[in-house]
């Protein structure tokens, strides 16, 4: 039985594998089709294919886009096909991240949908020989003057042609709520059979005819080693070892790169073990974690460094003159792997005259100048063939790996499939960055707060892959908002200054990298910290103060559809979050609820969440067992419910994650941990019982990736420090941590 499984999933795979079908999308259909947008087509049998731009890594992203489209077009869903589509400038910008997907794509796809059925209906009605007016659409049947016709009938007979510009578009009337019938009700998601039935195609999958094998050897930094020299002599021991390869790289993407060329990867595998490369070091390669963070504070220290945000910056200095007590803390995290299952990989090779990049990736649009700058040519010379991701969570917004695969492939004239090993995979990683934070807070002698500053330190990441879309802060500074969003919160605090600071010995170091949550995970882990301590300076119940300071006033009552209703939606879940998890009520010795609080992902994109954290603490042995989360999610419309609860159960864990057993450490300019012996993501067995709850609303849709990942290692925290009375302020929280606080505190 085993056998045969084995040989049938292999059939499997290999007949998804056909080249003319990246990522195992479905061939083109033959006959009429009716496109009235570049997004979807519809043809004979009214089958409806969706074209995906989002990466797909788990999330199921094209059935929750393709829901949108469907709702407004009218179709039955069983009708609905999605196809994840490769890089053409017709698709605009390319990018899966940031929780941005549904947000970005509601607008598009529902204008697109209604497009159809408006054509539709006129069509229909032609067809018919009746007046369009009063027409109606419903499940891929056009109703109109007492007669009906399927959309499919209505392709078949070419009585549709109408096409739309994106003016007209943008005018077009869509449905109410009140009659959608796909958004926010259960449906089957349209990707689950290719993912358990073996037809799914990751591109670690990826093959072609003749193609060689490549490993890299990886030079002793990220950036500025040189190759001395090469020694192959025992890697000719090999069967199937072809070369060794050094990578000349224009876009200087990977220096110092080697890549051990053969005819199979095992051979690869074994060869790269007995190549020999000496190189000279570049940057950082004497660098720890303790100097990283210590640079942080010491750029803390200095007022004039960094940026200062628009929307947060106001002169406090008044404020903490006249203020009756000040508190001020500091708060740091660890450096952050990614870790995704599938390793970084790519093919690459030139077919008529264009190089294929074939390969899992989350920002097309982002790599695309990088490999013509590599390549020495053009980038509509160049296509991206679309496939599975075995998880992103970031680090495939960063294409680097294409680079040397395409240089590779150039150099060598033929197919080279790159493929890292785990332990490759780590040390190329794009890192969250260790970070610092000082958070300041001044009151007055009646339980006001006055003022507060957030100083926020780390290395950053769109500085080292996208400069060109930091924007400049009112001090005329550029920074990356990406490494700083969550500290420009919704709470009223009188005077409040938010200041971004770049540890440029991090960026010289490594290359920092978007990581599930990306800043919200380490600057909400300061907020919510401090406003937990902040309740506990003022003697005063940590959920009450948040409820106080979440007036939605002045610049925090929200301004345009996808904020509307401000820090007063923020205080909402905050309340059914408390409620929901017994805010309260009795709990037995050494165990607490922790409260924390986001609005997720940035500002103008709000998704207000709240989590609660029952936690029980070891006095013993310092061990901290999360018992449950309790999370509140208002994210206006829903879309998908099983994908929205699917998003919001992983973000959470991955918090939990980080907050109690996810960390590594920079030693000699690289990460310590290279496998997971050593690097201990969350194990099932610590897996606590989680309670999602979601705000019903019509309101815009917004992202689910990511905020609660934001708010599960504050609420842990401050639970803590409820059950046994200490204060952790690094993330990972360890049990040795938490014994020496318990030492201390007695």
Known sequence: TGAGLAFGFSALVEAAMDPATPGGAPMA???????????????????VTVNIIRAEMGQHVGTALARILADELDVAWDKVRIVHVDTDPKWGLMVTGGSWSVWQTFPIFSQAGAAGRIALVEAGAKLLGVSPAGGTARGGVVHVGGRSISYGDIVKRGGVARQFTPDELAKLPIKPATERKLIGK???ALDIAAKTNGTAVYGIDAK???MVFARPKLPPTRHGAKVLSVDDGAAKKIKG????????????????????????YPAALRASELVKVSWTAGPGATVSEKDLQDHAASLIAKPDVGALLDTKTADTAPAFKAAKSVLEQTYTAATVLHFQLEPLNALAFERDGVMEIHTGNQ???????????????????IVMRTYMLGGGFGRRLNGDYAVPAALAAKALGRPVKLVLTREDDVRFDSVRSPSVQTVRMAFDGAGNILAQEHHAAAGWPTLANAPALMPKGKNGVAYDPFAVSGADHWYEVGAHKVRAINNDLANETFRPGWL???????????????????AHHLKTDPVALRLKLLTGAGANAGGDASTKGGAKRQAEVVRRAAEAAGWGQPLPKDTALGLATSFGQERDMPTWVACVAKVHVNRANGVVTVQKLTLVTDAGTIVDPD????????AALWGLSMALHEGTAFVNGEVKDLNLDTYTPLRISDTPELDIRFVDSVEVPVGLGEPATTVVAPAIANAIFRAVGVRLRHIPISSAAVMDALSAKA
């Open 643 to 650: 994908g929205a609860r699917a998003q919001t159960e992983g």
């Open 29 to 47: 259909k033959t006959g009429p089709q009716f496109e009235p947008t570049l997004w979807f087509a519809i043809d004979g049998e009214g089958v």
């Open 186 to 188: 259960p449906g089957k």
């Open 241 to 264: 070892y072809l070369r060794c390869l050094t990578i000349e790289d224009p876009s200087d993407t990977v220096p110092g790169w080697v890549l051990v060329i053969a005819e199979s």
């Open 516 to 534: 599930r949550s990306v800043g919200p995970g380490w600057t909400n882990w300061a907020g919510e910290s401090f406003i937990d301590e902040a």
């Open 208 to 210: 072609v005819p003749g």
């Open 363 to 381: 920002w097309q649009s982002l790599i695309l100048p990088t490999l013509a700058k590599a390549l020495g040519r053009p980038e509509t010379k």
